[in-house]
Every structure is written in C-alpha cells, then in structure tokens.
C-alpha cells in the first residue's frame, strides 16, 4: 500500500508558475511510476504527466509538454510538478498517482495504470 499526500496547490495569476509535490508515506516508493493527473471542475480526471521509477523516462500530455516539468527523489520519496506559463484552462485539482506498471502505461491507459491515488490538491489559475 502507497500513501500519498500532495501539496503546493494554491491561487496563481495567469502566466505564473507553481511546483507541486507528492510525498509517499508508504509502500515501495521507488519501484513505481509516478505521475500527476488532474481533473477540473465538470470534467473528468486526465492524465497530465508520468515519470518511470528510475526518473529516465518523462511523458506529458500535449497541453503541457513544454510548460511542465515532472522529477522524482527516490531519496526523498517525493515526485514534483514544475508547472510554467500557466493559464486559466490549468485550472483542477491536482492527483498525484503511483503505478506498478510504466509511465508509459500511465500515459496510454490513463487511470487504469494507476494502483494507487493521492486526495489531491486545487490549483487556481486567474486572468
């Protein structure tokens, strides 16, 4: 079992930028992939970004490749989303996601390549 508790959300003007991060209380932390999915307010939870147990394989979804960065600290037991250039549309909560299989898979199968879920945490975007 993976605990995972998100942090770093708040409110930010259009442009700005935010890093989230996901601590892991439990479990076996480096042998997952991480990632960050969000969902906004009526719409369904997507996957934003993905990272491979070792931190050597990154994905993104297309409306944040380039703005956002994801990075891991096995040492630390954390992963982070740099989030630049935000916009309005960046607007969600925020879930952090553990999976025993890829990134990769995270990417292509969406929630269904994830084993385990943070509660999450907002992001606000003004114009």
């Known amino acids: 079992q993976v605990q995972l508790v998100e942090s770093g959300g708040g409110l930010v003007q259009a442009g700005a930028s935010l890093r989230l991060a996901c601590a892991a209380s439990?479990?076996?932390?480096?042998?997952?992939?991480m990632g960050w999915f969000r969902q906004a307010p009526g719409k369904e939870r997507d996957f934003v970004s993905a990272?491979?147990?070792?931190?050597?394989?990154?994905y993104y979804s297309d409306s944040v490749k380039g703005r956002f960065t994801i990075s891991r600290d096995n040492a630390k037991r954390t992963v982070y989303l740099e989030m630049s250039s935000l916009k309005t549309e960046d607007t969600a909560v925020y879930y952090c996601?553990?999976?025993?299989?890829?990134?990769?898979?995270?990417?292509?199968?969406?929630?269904?390549?994830?084993?385990?879920w943070g509660k999450g945490t907002l992001v606000t975007v003004s114009s």
């Open positions: 996601a553990a999976g025993l299989a890829s990134g990769a898979t995270m990417r292509l199968s969406g929630e269904r390549g994830v084993d385990y």
């Open positions: 439990s479990g076996t932390f480096s042998s997952n992939s």
């Open positions: 990272i491979n147990w070792s931190g050597g394989s990154t």
